[in-house]
Every structure is written in structure tokens, then in C-alpha cells.
């Protein structure tokens, strides 16, 4: 017993340390005999596998995928928050106030094989999977589906099956064309544990197969995660599965499946009021919009690598004192009827805002972001899941059906942002977008949904608010323009070391610089 418990205590402290290079390798799994982990699991199953899910979320949340650098550089990358502000850089719904480290991001010029962006992405998903492959192969079939099996022992491998799932449908979205039209192209490799080995394969793997992956994964987390109550709103219940699982149907087109999915996961929660979303600081996971979020603590908060550092105004950090501002793109701004809440979360047209802190103030020009409220202390909290997507998520996949849904939908979520709204004469897939855009904003969907819906990059317009060296050419969904000289693109090329170094990927599985 004394072996087993050394063992997973070092274990747990490679897991907290392994987003690195080695992201395609198989674990060593011969420190512990499979009947030593079955009957550790069967004994004390909290014991035996909390310190995997632990480590599980310490990659999730704070993975350094490009190496940890202690710069300004290493500051943009770190954990899912890090995908989801280089998701928003490189989206419509974002302008810049200045040039700053997302620049060749944001001109979508830093796709290429041997650029580290391509290296982030998929060693932060790989890192997860990895991570989930070992929570999930600790434990058996048998045991999970025992009538008497312990409640923690199957919600532990379906979180894990949840944050593996939606790993390979971001991985599928970043590496190849979205899934419609497209599903027998090239995805990624799918890495599963040794009891799934006649699933898994270490070449790519056609899209289908892989969104089947993800579907399968979190289908089952949802049936593992059914009756158990979480500790904390870091960990992931069957609700935020639900959720995550509806990311993917809208993915696949599968709108009814989505809205239904979507349509569970927001079951007893509310929706904020016009008033309440004008003012709450979409930073703070006791809200009750926030179905799964970053507890940001004096233990965890990482200062100026932090998602509050780059996209709160009001802090001591990049995103405010040092003046890479975030504003809303001014198309999308126009949107905002009277009377929305919204509208206070931007400064207004025409005005200036003036934050102090460190010492020091800084003045903020219009249409500026005020949305993240600065917390003393680094503290603001990171939001991964708002029960606004699900409303949004199903009046979307209603809009793509005709369906009549899709307005009562809306209506019931308009209804708690702007009391004077105007529905217009028929609710279109892009009429839900745009609100989704508005709702969202910040929160690390600009990039997944211009994939999806395969949408334009446009910053080249008539008023725009963009940063003058980041206007020019726009480019299509899908395609691709020249900028700088580089062919600029939506897909991500498989990074240059994994074609150098795994023989199920040579160069001819590559993505091509013409898509």
C-alpha cells in the first residue's frame, strides 16, 4: 500500500509538470500492476484517482504549452483561457487599440508548421488527453457499470471523458476544414488507453471519426456524471458535459440534437437581468449565470500570464496599465439596441474612462471594454461556461431548422438584456449570431464559431475601429489572403516537430499552404 501511494503521489507530480514535447508518447504505465490500480480504485476510489483529476484541471487551467517563458510572450499562452483570448484575437468581434504580442495572430499569419501557436494548440489539447487517458484507463468497464459502483469513482472518469471529448473537437476544428462538407478529410491522431486500442490510431484520423470520438466521450461522461454533485464549479457535472456536448453538435450541424443538448444543460439555472448584465463583471464564478469557471485564489492566480491581465482594463496588467486595450469592433457595437445592458460594458461613443491603480491611471477611449471588472489582488475569476450560451446555442440550432422555437428562445433570452428590444420579422441563424457575439464577447468563441459558421474575417470597413496596422487585406472563411508576404489562413499545419518526429505523420500528411 505504501509502494502505491508513493507511486501515485510521484505520478501526480509529472501530471502537474507534463505539458511538454512529449505530448503523442504513451504514459509508462508499468510502475503499477492494473490489479493494483483495480484494487486501490475499489477500495478508496477518491484516494486512489483525485490526485489524477487534480492534475487533470492544473493542465486545463494553467498548461504553459509553448514552454512557460517568463514573458511578455509565455504571458499569452497559458491554459484553456490562453486558447480562448487567441481564439478572440483571431475573430471579428475584437479591436485593437494598439500593435502587441497577438499581432501576427490577429492578421491570422501564424498558422504555419514551425510557428508556435500551431505547437500551443496542440500540445495544451494533447497534454489533456494524455491526462484524461490516465484517469480513464485506472479504471474498468466492469467496475464503472457495477450497480453498486462509488458515485466518485465514475464521476472522476467522466470529467475526464468530458475534458478528453471536447479536446479532440477543438484539436479537429484548429487542424482541418470544418466538419460539414469535409469529414473524410484529414483530422488528428486519436489517442485513447490500452483497453480502446482498437479505436484509437496514431496516423490522422478522418474528421468523422474523430467528432465520433468526442461524441462517444461525452455522451458517456453525461450518462457517468448523472446524480453526482460537485465540490466546486471548477470541476466539470453533467450539466457543463451537456454543454460542452452541444459545442459539437452545432460543429457537426446537428441542430436538433444540439438544441436538446443545450436545452438540458441550462435546466435550473437563471439568466441575469438587464441590469445585472450591464454591471456584473463576467469575472466571477459565484454569479448565477456560471455553470463551470476558474476559482481564481491567493494559490492559483497568475498575475500577468493571467486571462484578467490581458483583457481587463482596470487591472495592473497588460490589458490595462500597460495600454493593449480590447475594444468592441465597432460593426458589431452596432448592434446594441437602446436600452441593453450591454451597453454598459463598452465606453461610450464619444467618451473617455479613466482607471487608476498601481499608482498610477490610464485613460480609455470609446467603445474600450469595461466588462471584466478589475478584483484586487489578481483575483478576477476565469469563465469557461455561462448558461447564456445554451440559450443561444439552442435558438441557433432552431434558427438553422425554420423552426418557431428559435424566436421564443430568443425572445425569453433578450427579454433579460434589453426589455425594449425588436425582434426582427423571422430569426436567422445570423440574427442569433449576432447576439451570441454580443453576449460573448471575450470569452474565447471568436475563432470556433467563425469556423463553424464559416464566416469572413472583416476588419477593412468603412468606420472601422481596428488598429491601423492591422486593417488591410481581409480574409474568407476558409481561405486564405496574402499579408506581409505569408499565406495567411484559418487552418493550423501540424507542428514540425511531431512530422519529424512520428512516422504515423510524415510531410505528406501535412496540411498544405493552399487549402
Known amino acids: 500500500m505504501k509502494l502505491i501511494k508513493y507511486t501515485l503521489a510521484l505520478l501526480t507530480a509529472a501530471s502537474l509538470t507534463s505539458c511538454g514535447d512529449d505530448f503523442l508518447n504513451e504514459f509508462d504505465k508499468q510502475v503499477i500492476t492494473s490489479d493494483q490500480v483495480k484494487d486501490e480504485t475499489e477500495k478508496n476510489p477518491d484516494k486512489a484517482l483525485a490526485p489524477y483529476v487534480r492534475g487533470l484541471?492544473?493542465?486545463?487551467?494553467?498548461?504553459?504549452?509553448?514552454?512557460?517563458?517568463?514573458?511578455?510572450?509565455?504571458?499569452?499562452?497559458?491554459?484553456?483561457?490562453?486558447?480562448?483570448?487567441?481564439?478572440?484575437?483571431m475573430s471579428n468581434d475584437i479591436s485593437f487599440q494598439t500593435s502587441d504580442p497577438f499581432g501576427l495572430d490577429r492578421?491570422?499569419?501564424?498558422?504555419?508548421?514551425?510557428?508556435?501557436?500551431?505547437?500551443?494548440l496542440w500540445t495544451f489539447f494533447y497534454t489533456v488527453i494524455n491526462d484524461a487517458n490516465t484517469v480513464i484507463g485506472m479504471v474498468t468497464d466492469e467496475q464503472l457499470d457495477d450497480p453498486n459502483a462509488d458515485a466518485t469513482l465514475k464521476a472522476s472518469v467522466g470529467q475526464a471523458l468530458a475534458l478528453r471529448g471536447i479536446s479532440y473537437a477543438y484539436l479537429a476544428q484548429?487542424?482541418?476544414?470544418?466538419?460539414?462538407?469535409?469529414?473524410?478529410?484529414?483530422?488528428?491522431?486519436?489517442?485513447?488507453?490500452?483497453a480502446e486500442a482498437a479505436e484509437a490510431q496514431q496516423s490522422r484520423a478522418p474528421l468523422r471519426k474523430v467528432y465520433a470520438r468526442a461524441e462517444k466521450d461525452l455522451l458517456r461522461a453525461i450518462e457517468l456524471l448523472d446524480g453526482w454533485t460537485r465540490s466546486n464549479v471548477n470541476e466539470v457535472d453533467m450539466q457543463v458535459a451537456q454543454g460542452l456536448?452541444?459545442?459539437?453538435?452545432?460543429?457537426?450541424?446537428?441542430?436538433?440534437?444540439?438544441?436538446?443538448?443545450?436545452?438540458?444543460?441550462?435546466?435550473?439555472?437563471?439568466?441575469?437581468?438587464p441590469e445585472e448584465a450591464g454591471s456584473y463583471g463576467y469575472n466571477d464564478v459565484t454569479n448565477k449565470e456560471v455553470m463551470w469557471g476558474l476559482d481564481t485564489t491567493n494559490d492559483n492566480t497568475k498575475m500577468f500570464a493571467s486571462f484578467a491581465s490581458w483583457m481587463c482594463t482596470g487591472e495592473v496588467g497588460y490589458g490595462g496599465q500597460v495600454g493593449y486595450y480590447r475594444k468592441i469592433d465597432q460593426a458589431l457595437y452596432n448592434n446594441l439596441q437602446p436600452g441593453d445592458g450591454r451597453l454598459e460594458l463598452y465606453v461610450k461613443p464619444g467618451q473617455t474612462v479613466t482607471m487608476e491603480g498601481g499608482g498610477s491611471s490610464w485613460e480609455l477611449?470609446?467603445?474600450t471594454n469595461i466588462k471584466f471588472k478589475a478584483v484586487s489582488g489578481w483575483m478576477?475569476?476565469?469563465?469557461?461556461?455561462?448558461?447564456?450560451?445554451?440559450?443561444?446555442?439552442?435558438?441557433?440550432?432552431?434558427?438553422?431548422?425554420?423552426?418557431a422555437r428559435a424566436a421564443s428562445v430568443l425572445a425569453e433570452f433578450m427579454a433579460q438584456r434589453n426589455t425594449q428590444w425588436t425582434a426582427p420579422a423571422m430569426i436567422t441563424p445570423d440574427v442569433v449570431y449576432t447576439q451570441r457575439r454580443l453576449e460573448l464577447w471575450g470569452e474565447g468563441f471568436g475563432y470556433w464559431d467563425c469556423r463553424?459558421?464559416?464566416?469572413?474575417?472583416?476588419?477593412?470597413y468603412e468606420g472601422t475601429n481596428e488598429y491601423e496596422g492591422y486593417q488591410g487585406e481581409d480574409v474568407p472563411a476558409d481561405g486564405g489572403a496574402m499579408v506581409s508576404g505569408n499565406w495567411s489562413q484559418w487552418t493550423f499545419?501540424?507542428?514540425?516537430?511531431?512530422?519529424?518526429?512520428?512516422?504515423?505523420?510524415?510531410?505528406?500528411?501535412?496540411?498544405?499552404?493552399?487549402?
Not at 484541471?57 to 490562453?82: K, P, Q, S, V
Not at 469529414?183 to 491522431?189: A, R
Not at 456536448?245 to 436538446?260: F, G, I
Request: charged share 20%; net charge negative; glycine share 8%.
Open 57 to 89: 484541471y492544473e493542465d486545463w487551467n494553467f498548461c504553459a504549452a509553448m514552454g512557460g517563458r517568463n514573458d511578455i510572450y509565455g504571458h499569452t499562452e497559458l491554459g484553456f483561457y490562453g486558447i480562448g483570448m487567441l481564439s478572440d484575437a
Open 107 to 120: 492578421q491570422l499569419s501564424y498558422w504555419g508548421e514551425s510557428y508556435i501557436r500551431t505547437g500551443q
Open 174 to 194: 484548429a487542424y482541418q476544414k470544418t466538419y460539414v462538407g469535409h469529414e473524410d478529410m484529414m483530422g488528428v491522431p486519436i489517442l485513447l488507453t490500452d
Open 245 to 273: 456536448l452541444s459545442r459539437v453538435y452545432l460543429v457537426m450541424n446537428r441542430w436538433e440534437d444540439a438544441a436538446k443538448m443545450a436545452n438540458a444543460a441550462r435546466q435550473g439555472y437563471q439568466l441575469m437581468t
Open 365 to 367: 477611449s470609446e467603445l
Open 380 to 403: 478576477e475569476d476565469v469563465l469557461y461556461m455561462r448558461v447564456a450560451e445554451m440559450y443561444l446555442t439552442e435558438a441557433e440550432a432552431y434558427a438553422h431548422l425554420n423552426d
Open 452 to 460: 463553424r459558421l464559416k464566416k469572413d474575417l472583416v476588419r477593412s
Open 493 to 515: 499545419q501540424i507542428p514540425l516537430r511531431e512530422i519529424q518526429n512520428n512516422d504515423s505523420i510524415p510531410a505528406s500528411a501535412q496540411n498544405p499552404m493552399e487549402m
